[in-house]
T-cell receptor, first 115, second 113 residues
Framework: KAGVTQTPRYLIKTRGQQVTLSCSPI?????VSWYQQTPGQGLQFLFE???????NKGNFPGRFSGRQFSNSRSEMNVSTLELGDSALYLC??????????????FGEGSRLTVL | QKEVEQNSGPLSVPEGAIASLNCTYS??????FFWYRQYSGKSPELIMSIYSNGDKEDGRFTAQLNKASQYVSLLIRDSQPSDSATYLC?????????????FGKGTLLTVNP
């Protein structure tokens, strides 16, 4: 069974640009969450999507957005990049349908460097 | 602000010893609790989940949960150098249908041969 796939794995952008990251969840999983990981702040929740609907959102500015498609694939977008957006962006999928329990399975992440 | 707290370490133990990792959380309504292991340069990998008070054992790993004390721990018996990693405690502190894991900042474990 294939795991969570994230693309691209590495990317370098400059301040002011925008970036789109993609995530394909485990087959059959309908929930996709996004996290930002930095050495100082650790893993911080960005948002969660289920059946193309954003169910929950973390405390990030509106420059961070996401969406989910009918095949459960998800994208997140960061506009007007800032140096502080340099981080590892992790996507995670969850099975068990529309419940409040269950394990998250992470992809390998997209490492974004903003210059 | 709902929080998950862990000692950052590093925690250093000799090979074959028991490593004890601790985590406290702030929200009493929390329902599900997880331990993830993250090797340097890799993504987090789930190693244990626990939903009710008490102990849950899986091989060399034991998770312990005490909801009254808002405390969850992970014991690693017969520690091996391959266990050297950062261990992340994660708690689902949302009620209802929302799902959001809040992570601690992790404890770096080093197992010395």
């Amino acid at each position: 069974k294939a795991g969570v796939t994230q693309t691209p794995r590495y990317l370098i952008k400059t301040r002011g640009q925008q970036v789109t990251l993609s995530c394909s969840p485990i087959s059959g999983h309908r929930s996709v969450s996004w996290y930002q990981q930095t050495p100082g702040q650790g893993l911080q929740f960005l948002f969660e999507y289920f059946s193309e609907t954003q169910r929950n959102k973390g405390n990030f500015p509106g420059r961070f957005s996401g969406r989910q498609f009918s095949n459960s694939r998800s994208e997140m977008n960061v506009s007007t990049l800032e140096l502080g957006d340099s981080a590892l962006y992790l996507c995670a999928s969850k099975g068990w349908g529309f419940t409040n329990t269950g394990e998250l399975f992470f992809g390998e992440g997209s490492r974004l460097t903003v210059l | 602000q709902k929080e998950v707290e862990q000692n950052s370490g590093p925690l250093s133990v000799p090979e074959g010893a028991i490593a004890s990792l601790n985590c406290t959380y702030s929200d009493r309504v929390s329902q599900s609790f997880f331990w993830y292991r993250q090797y340097s340069g890799k993504s987090p990998e789930l190693i244990m989940s626990i939903y009710s008070n008490g102990d849950k054992e899986d091989g060399r790993f034991t998770a312990q949960l005490n909801k009254a004390s808002q405390y969850v721990s992970l014991l690693i018996r017969d520690s091996q150098p391959s266990d050297s990693a950062t261990y992340l405690c994660a708690v689902n502190m949302n009620g209802g249908s929302n799902y959001k894991l809040t992570f601690g900042k992790g404890t770096l474990l080093t197992v010395n041969p």
